[in-house]
């Protein structure tokens, strides 16, 4: 299920995106970039819908995803 990132509480939109962009394996490119770069990239992408906040009802967990992956 897609929630919009709009209905979501800033803080808690600001903490799924830190955690999205610390995970192991999450690649920005050849160079190192910021935390807090990596959480403005996704911001960015999320208002230009490229990725969506989505949530499992089966691992009733939430999860960002890239828009063209998603399926509901």
Known sequence: MIVPWQQINTDTLHQLLEEFASRDGTDYGAYETSLADKVSQLEIQLKQKRILVVYS????????????????
Do not use: G, K, R, Y
């Open 57 to 72: 009802e089966l691992h009733e967990s939430i999860n960002i995803v890239p828009a063209e992956q998603f399926t509901e």
